[in-house]
């Protein structure tokens, strides 16, 4: 157990809807890291936050947005669903310091359906 | 383009036996992490290697970094059926972490 939850477990959406993944951090941690992980592949990096501001964005359009609140939990907001958004979403805490991310902790993700 | 690069893709042995997998990464980096992920669930935190550091260990698990070739290799020793899932190396750098997809390693009883 890594102290890091996520909810819902699962969802089914469809296309064109919007859905809200949250995510709340280990004690302590004030940095939290959002991935896409498609079925076979490796976690694909949407974005951080680091004490509620965004600090670092993958590869993602607009419609991924996220929030991080003062208690360092966490949002996950996709807007526009699209079929290709099916895929296990993980969020991941960790203690952020001047050298950089230390180790990441990873919740059992939310796993989105788009039909 | 995935960062980080896991090889090989898939790798089947005898328990007992040692397993290691490889991972190749494209740009400087801050550390370098090993994680273990279980069909479909979270991943598992295995080991962080700072850039500064060439070796590290952890019970049975053992973690080389050459940073002038841009590659890290995970050694699992005296593996067990336990150890079957896939094994991704992270690379951290600037606030962001690339993984690779993956090493599915299975250990047959």
């Known amino acids: 157990e890594t102290g890091v939850t996520q909810s819902p477990t699962h969802l089914i959406k469809t296309r064109g809807q919007q859905v809200t993944l949250r995510c709340s951090s280990q004690s302590g941690h004030n940095t939290v890291s959002w991935y896409q992980q498609a079925l076979g592949q490796g976690p694909q990096f949407i974005f951080q936050?680091?004490?509620?501001?965004?600090?670092g964005r993958g590869n993602f359009p607009p419609r991924f947005s996220g929030l991080q609140f003062p208690n360092y939990s966490s949002e996950l907001n996709v807007n526009a669903l699209e079929l290709d958004d099916s895929a296990l979403y993980l969020c991941a805490s960790s203690l952020g310091t001047v050298r950089g991310q230390e180790t990441q902790y990873f919740g059992p993700g939310t796993r989105l359906l788009v039909l | 383009s995935q960062q980080g690069e896991e090889d090989p893709q898939a790798l089947s042995i005898q328990e007992g036996e040692n397993a290691t997998m490889n991972c190749s990464y494209k740009t400087s980096i801050n550390n370098l992490q090993w994680y273990r992920q279980n069909s479909g669930r979270g991943l598992v935190h295995l080991i962080l290697i700072r850039s500064n550091e060439r070796e590290k260990h952890s019970g049975r698990l053992r973690v080389t970094l050459d940073t002038s070739k841009k590659s890290s290799s995970l050694l699992i020793t005296a593996s067990r059926a336990a150890d079957t899932a896939s094994y991704f190396c992270?690379?951290?750098?600037?606030?962001?972490?690339?993984f690779g997809d993956g090493t599915t390693l299975t250990v047959k009883p």
């Open positions: 936050y680091y004490r509620e501001e965004e600090n």
């Open positions: 992270a690379t951290d750098e600037a606030g962001k972490s690339t």
